[in-house]
Structure formats: C-alpha cells, structure tokens
C-alpha cells in the first residue's frame, strides 16, 4: 500500500494553531500523514488485521481518516461520531455515519443486531465512562464469526513514566493524556476488561509512538515485543466473542 496523506480540511488549521487545545473537536485527532505503509505503524496493522471486503463498524470515525483507507480495501464502513462536524467529513467516506453518544445505552438501537464482520475501536474505550458496558453492547453487533480491533494508550508508556518522576502529570490536547480520556490502561487491565466484557484474545500487538520513534524503528519496535508495558505506545488487540 502507498503512503497516503490526509485531505486536508478547512478547519485543520485551527488544530494546529493551537486553538483546540481544550476543545473536545475531534477535528484534532486527524493526522498530517498516515503512515498506511509502514509496518511499525498503528494504523498499517489496524487496516491489516481488518482486511478486505468486510463489513465495517468503525466506532469513533472522527474525520474520516481511517474510514477512507478501509474503503479503499473495498470495505463497506459505518462509521459512529460524537463530534457532528466530523461525522459530517467522514460522511465522504462510509456509507452512513451515525452521530451517537455511546456513554447513553440507547445508541445501540439505531444499528442491527449481527450485521458486521468487523468492529473497530480505535482509541475510544478510554474517552467512555463505562468502557466494559460498551463493549458487551458492541458484541451484539458482531455476525457470528466477526471480529473485534481494538486500540488503547498505554498509560505507564516509559515517556508518561519518566514525566511522573518529575512530578508532572499534565493533560493535553491529544495523546496518552488527552484531556478528554476519563479511564486509563495498562496491558494488564486492558487484557482483563476484553476478556471480562466476553471477548476471546486471538491477538496482541504493542504498537510504538511518540517522537523518540521516527528513527531506528526496528529496535523500538524490537523493545516494544520485549517489554510491551513499558515500551508499547498502543496496546492493540484482535478478539472474537
């Protein structure tokens, strides 16, 4: 797959002014570039483990971003936002995009019951007040023999360690911090919270982030299998019900 760039958006700007800094837009969550070609990349074994030709719930779309690349694949993408700005780009890309709060119970009633091969939650377990809930909701979704893609920050990454030990716990815009994420994970209770929910873990994947990683990228990756809690900047796991 080639790299590809993000189209970029006519509010784009304001994100990287600095102007979101504590907005909850998800306008600030789309990358300048995704690396959909680079094998240490998030998003490179996120569209992997999706493949091609399935039936798409991508829950939290944001922008679109992700949903273009898996349409791309011939994938057929629903996509679920919060944000109605985002949902309305992302709207480019899926065949519907479903504005929905999943902190309500009720957002489950406006899908069908069985009808996706894949779910995908990228980066959304940890903005959600009662992330196992959701979860038992999403298996609903599933067909019989779907699959679950999940993507979750890595709270005790060694860079957010080293800042505790300064005595710093700052929240930010994006990141393991992000401002909005309201539960955090470790590769102990992210394992526990799939399994408890009632899900089967066929896969495990500590995915390396942060600056320090634009170089060498087979040694970090390398450290990342070898000490994923402390090194693995996402913690992405496949599961089946």
């Known amino acids: 797959m080639t790299r590809q760039e993000s189209p970029r958006n006519p509010c784009f700007a304001d994100v990287e002014s600095g102007s979101t800094e504590r907005s909850n ?23 992997d483990w999706v493949g091609s030709g399935k039936r798409v719930l991508e829950v939290g779309c944001s922008t679109g971003y992700i949903s273009r690349l898996m349409a791309d694949r011939n994938c057929v993408v629903t996509g679920i936002e919060m944000d109605v700005g985002a949902a309305k780009l992302a709207r480019n890309y899926c065949a519907e995009v479903h504005v929905l709060d999943l902190n309500q119970r009720e957002w489950i009633k406006m899908l069908p019951e069985g009808a996706f091969d894949v779910i995908v939650l990228g980066d959304v377990l940890e903005h959600l007040l009662d992330p196992p809930s959701v979860l038992r909701q999403i298996g609903e979704l599933l067909d019989v023999d779907g699959s679950l893609v999940i993507s979750l920050p890595n709270v005790v990454h060694w860079i957010t360690r080293l800042k505790i030990l300064l005595g710093r716990f700052d929240y930010e815009p994006t990141g393991t911090l992000d401002h909005t994420h309201v539960r955090f994970f470790t590769v102990k209770t992210a394992k526990k919270l799939i399994e408890d929910s009632g899900f089967r873990i066929l896969r495990f994947h500590p995915a390396i982030g942060g600056r320090m990683t634009g170089h060498i990228r087979p040694v970090w990756q390398y450290l990342a299998l070898l000490a994923p809690g402390l090194f693995g900047f996402q913690l992405m796991y496949l599961a089946k019900k």
């Open 25 to 47: 837009s998800s306008l600030r969550y789309e990358p300048t570039r995704l690396m959909a070609d680079d094998e240490y990349d998030r998003n490179w074994v996120l569209l």
